[in-house]
C-alpha cells in the first residue's frame, strides 16, 4: 500500500468528520494530491484536489464550501475536513497522489493510491 487514508467513521447529517492520508515521502511529496470517492456500482468520483506546495486547490461542486483540503509536507500528510455532511456523501474515501505540479480530477491520471476509508452518513 502506497498511501493509507485514515479517519473515516458513522456521522449524523450535518456532522463534521476529518480523513488523513499518510505515506511514504516518495508518494507524497512534491506531488498533487486527491480525494476520491466511491460508492457500489459507481465510478470513483473526484472529490478535491491540491497541488504540491498546496498553493491551490480544487473541489467538485458536491462538495465545494463543505470540504477542505490541505497538506502538511514537513509530515507527509494530507487531510480532507468535511462539515455539514450529507447522507449523499457515504462512500469509501481515497487518497491518491500523481507525479505533476496540475490537478487531475480524472482517477486514472493518478499514480498512487490509498485502501479507503468508509464514510457513513445517516440518521
Known amino acids: 500500500v502506497q498511501l493509507q487514508a485514515s479517519g473515516g467513521g458513522s456521522v449524523q447529517p450535518g456532522d463534521s468528520l476529518g480523513l488523513s492520508c499518510s505515506g511514504s515521502?516518495?508518494?507524497?511529496?512534491?506531488?498533487?494530491m486527491g480525494w476520491f470517492r466511491q460508492v457500489p456500482g459507481r465510478e470513483r468520483e473526484f472529490v478535491a484536489g491540491?497541488?504540491?506546495?498546496?498553493?491551490?486547490?480544487h473541489y467538485a461542486d458536491s462538495v465545494r464550501g463543505r470540504f477542505t483540503i490541505s497538506r502538511d509536507n514537513a509530515r507527509d500528510r494530507m487531510y480532507l475536513r468535511m462539515t455539514r455532511l450529507k447522507p449523499e456523501d457515504t462512500a469509501v474515501y481515497y487518497c491518491a497522489a500523481k507525479t505533476a505540479v496540475y490537478i487531475a480530477t480524472k482517477a486514472q491520471e493518478y499514480d498512487y493510491w490509498g485502501q479507503g476509508t468508509q464514510v457513513t452518513v445517516s440518521s
Open positions: 491540491i497541488t504540491g506546495t498546496g498553493g491551490n486547490v
Open positions: 515521502r516518495e508518494f507524497i511529496r512534491h506531488n498533487s
